[in-house]
């Protein structure tokens, strides 16, 4: 990303913070009207947090992490809940918008007492609902990880294959709020499953290897019968691509740039193919999706397993024949109600989908990103099992 555009983005997300922020102060300071010195607290407490996070963000990589880590929980925290107060909000103000309209109409005279009842009323309604959304979204970020079990049928599948175990891994996001701890427990219930292969779909970590290396050596006692592999997501590009494809390497984790490997079993054959995340070429030259090259001199009669970061990869993967595309990147919206908005940008949010003869997986993920929570949107680590059409 240039730095001119990095500049108009971070322009755009200050603007847009600073008119919620605003928002937030508008409807639960000013009009429910706090008595001294709360509302002067409150206020000043909203223009604080409004800071929080961009200061934070340019003093982070200097920190220590064991600085860093709880000062994220109380930032990204508060970027869900202040989403959260924002979502709530909006109906709110569509029915006091809705009482006005009723009183302009009917001619009766403004009630100033009215409008201020109104707004403590919706107020304290808002605060709890949010407050209740966030602080399950925490515990559901807490909880022990689930394992998501689903039956993929596919055509053409060789009979020793029925029954193949895939454990999808994906958009963990290790980095500020998510450490070594999480990886652990992650490893401990991905080898119980006894995969055939372990496929980590991208947005592994959220930073440097120089910072958050050591943090991945659990990745090094994953166990597959037909190894572990990795393909980069967006998050990789922000974080320094070329350094944790070395790196993963050497925790014994095979990244998969545009290439395929073949998987043999009691005299039958699949291929497995990896790409790299559509986002690599705006960071590396050598980076970028290559289906074509990846599956070059294929032999179409064997069935194609194609690990892609990002859903919208599905409509090139049906073009080639591919039988089945395991993805992530969504994170299923996360927090309630994004799952309505990333259709905008991809064709599928989670789950089992099919375009044309190409089946598609898309996981919620494993871990999350930014808000240390998950509201609708609960976090998986999959089990993908091969079954025959």
Do not use: C
Not at 199 to 207: E, P, Q, S, Y
Not at 222 to 238: P, S
Not at 344 to 358: E, S, W, Y
Not at 366 to 374: F, H
């Amino acid at each position: 990303m240039s730095i001119s555009r990095m500049v108009v983005f971070l322009g755009l997300v200050l603007t847009v913070s600073a008119g919620i922020h605003y928002y937030l102060w508008a409807r639960l300071v000013r009009d429910i009207g706090w008595p001294m010195p709360w509302g002067r607290v409150l206020g000043w407490a909203i223009v604080a947090l409004a800071l929080a996070f961009p200061l934070f963000q340019m003093a982070s990589r200097s920190l220590p992490r064991e600085v860093a880590t709880p000062i994220s929980w109380v930032v990204y925290g508060w970027l869900g809940l202040m989403f959260l107060l924002f979502v709530l909000l909006i109906p709110a103000d569509l029915v006091r918008g809705l009482a006005w309209l009723i009183e302009r109409l009917a001619g009766t005279p403004a009630d100033p007492a009215r409008r201020q009842f109104l707004a403590r009323l919706f107020g304290g309604l808002v605060g709890a609902g949010a407050l209740g959304a966030a602080g399950y979204g925490v515990w559901s970020v807490l909880r022990p990880i689930a394992v998501k079990p689903v039956k993929v049928p596919l055509a053409g599948l060789p009979d020793p294959f029925a029954g193949f175990v895939i454990a999808q891994i994906t958009d963990v996001h290790v980095g500020p709020t998510i450490g070594r701890a999480f990886l652990e427990e992650l490893v401990a219930k991905t080898n119980a499953m006894e995969p055939d292969v372990v496929a980590i779909t991208g947005d592994l970590v959220d930073g440097t290897v120089a910072r958050l290396g050591p943090l991945l050596e659990p990745l090094s006692r994953l166990k597959a019968r037909h190894g572990v592999y990795f393909v980069t997501g967006n998050h990789e590009y922000f974080s320094g691509a070329a350094e944790w494809v070395a790196h993963l390497a050497t925790l014994g984790v095979r990244v998969l740039r545009n290439e395929r490997v073949s998987i043999e079993r009691e005299g039958a054959a699949l291929d497995l193919a990896g790409i790299d995340d559509p986002t690599g070429g705006n960071f590396l030259p050598d980076h970028g999706p290559d289906l074509a090259g990846a599956l070059a001199g294929r032999d179409p009669a064997r069935p194609l397993v194609l690990l892609a970061h990002q859903p919208r990869q599905v409509h090139e993967a049906a073009e080639h024949g591919v039988s089945l595309q395991i993805s992530g990147h969504t994170h299923g919206g996360q927090i309630f109600p994004f799952n309505f908005l990333v259709p905008l940008q991809q064709p599928f949010v989670a789950g089992l989908h099919r375009v044309r003869d190409t089946a598609i997986y898309v996981s919620r993920g494993t871990g999350y990103w930014g808000p240390p929570m998950r509201v609708g949107a609960p976090a998986e680590l999959t089990r993908i099992e091969l079954a025959r059409a």
